[in-house]
């Protein structure tokens, strides 16, 4: 069955902190991994997108890779303002352009 | 440039009852989607549109329906409203294979 799942559930971290959250993956014909940042009460604001495994990418304290099997995000030196949900979402073969989401990270950084 | 705009923001209904959410996608987007998410989870896949016609359907029961018009917008459809389809709808806009998410409309079931 197809299936993402995202640890850890929750993450606190001291700002400037990094840490690395994962996102495990099973399914056929992968398409592509999608990172999106979530803010309470707010719709998903999007991050990376991912499509072959060893691609790399980076935008300001955050960089997402991607293997065979799962994904990470790497959060470098992270300040109070990243605090949020980091959602991994995938697309493949048998979903057409929908996706299937992992469950998130609660991601809170304390000042 | 304006993102994907969803009306309304929030919502209470009464159980039994019907609602529908409205989605505007971003300009030039032709595929429109329907997620449900519940506190505290991902997103789930209800219904995508696109050129007008139903591209995919999620595991979600007959009360729920969706259309899409000739401008591209969308609406989304519940009937017999049941305590457990309190949740943020969300609409995702689609070029290609990625997706831009509105701000959702928070539903409450009462």
């Known amino acids: 069955e197809d299936q993402v799942t995202q640890s850890p559930e929750a993450l606190r971290l001291q700002e400037g902190e990094s840490s690395s959250l994962n996102c495990s993956y099973t399914?056929?014909?992968?398409?592509?991994l999608f990172w999106y940042r979530q803010d309470p009460g707010k719709g998903p604001e999007f991050l990376f997108t991912?499509?072959?495994a060893g691609e790399e990418k980076e935008k300001e304290r955050l960089k997402a890779t991607l293997t065979k099997k799962e994904s990470f995000l790497h959060i470098t030196a992270p300040k109070p303002e990243d605090s949020a949900t980091y959602l991994c979402?995938?697309?493949?073969?048998?979903?057409?352009?929908?996706?299937?989401f992992g469950p998130g990270t609660r991601l809170s950084v304390l000042p | 440039d304006a993102g994907v705009t969803q009306s309304p923001t929030h919502l209470i209904k009464t159980r039994g009852q019907h609602v529908t959410l409205r989605c505007s996608p971003i300009?030039?987007?032709?595929?429109v989607s329907w997620y449900q998410q519940v506190l505290g989870q991902g997103p789930q896949f209800i219904f995508q549109?696109?050129?007008?016609?139903?591209?995919g359907r999620g595991n979600f029961p007959d009360r729920f329906s969706a259309r899409q018009f000739p401008n591209y917008s969308s609406e989304l459809n519940v009937n017999a409203l049941l305590l457990g389809d309190s949740a943020l709808y969300l609409c995702?806009?689609?070029?290609?294979?990625?997706?831009?998410f509105g701000q959702g409309t928070r539903l409450t079931v009462v």
């Open positions: 549109y696109y050129e007008k016609e139903e591209r």
């Open positions: 300009s030039g987007h032709k595929s």
């Open positions: 979402a995938v697309q493949a073969d048998n979903y057409g352009q929908n996706f299937v």
């Open positions: 995702a806009s689609s070029w290609a294979f990625e997706a831009f």
């Open positions: 399914v056929s014909g992968l398409r592509g």
């Open positions: 991912l499509y072959s």
